[in-house]
């Protein structure tokens, strides 16, 4: 996915890392995973946007990016992602996202559908080799992929395989919302390996 140009303002503080801003839907998994992903390199950065109400509805994501880029202002390079399921929102509220972030140079999206587990399979095994038909199915499949079930320890260091998966079934690159049991996490985590480079363990 293109990088975005923003031009450097003078005067800007320096920072020797980018900040990715990740506005989620509230679950512990994602929170976890982002995080754990910034302990890799020095280079980046991870802030995932607090949702104690556990609201998720497309209006509080935005609402929520919009009140912390006012008051934390993203530098240079800088990058605010929504990472969001197809499961529990019509497609006009995706597009809501979507059009927010066209408008907006530095904001991007990553969505999963039908939900954030499909881009975890496929850090275990091909997606194709799923016996799920839907989420529920799916969060119940993944724990018996990988002795002992999710965990994010085991999990991010194999974001590569994870990326290479995403990325062979991607087939309509202009779409925004991928077909079921796909996902769009490659575009965010190309991001992330062009940053952390080749020898981070990623």
């Keep these: 996915m293109p990088r975005k140009n923003r031009g450097y303002k003078r005067g800007e503080p320096f920072r020797d890392s980018i900040l990715f801003v990740i506005a989620c839907e509230g679950a512990v998994r994602e929170k976890q995973y982002f995080q754990h992903l910034a302990k890799y ?22 609402d929520s990016a ?4 006012e008051e934390m202002p993203l530098m240079k390079d800088d990058q ?3 990472v969001m399921d197809v499961d529990r929102w019509p497609d006009e509220h995706l597009h809501s996202i979507n059009q927010a972030c066209e408008n907006q140079r530095s904001w991007f999206l990553a969505i999963s559908n039908p939900c954030f587990e499909v881009w975890l399979y496929m850090h275990v095994d091909d997606i194709a080799n799923s016996t799920s038909n839907n989420c529920s199915e799916l969060k119940a499949e993944l724990p018996t992929k990988i002795q002992g079930g999710y965990n994010v320890v085991k999990f991010v260091p194999l974001l590569r395989q994870a990326y290479n998966r995403s990325l062979a079934l991607e087939n309509n690159p202009g779409h925004f919302i991928p077909e079921k049991m796909r996902t769009k ?13 080749l020898n981070s363990g990623l």
């Design 41 to 62: 390199s020095s280079q980046i950065r991870v802030k995932v946007l607090e949702n104690k109400d556990n609201n998720s509805a497309p209006r509080w994501l935005l």
């Design 66 to 69: 919009a009140r912390y880029v």
């Design 80 to 82: 605010l992602w929504f």
């Design 185 to 197: 996490m490659h575009l965010l985590t190309a991001e992330l390996l062009k940053i952390v480079g």
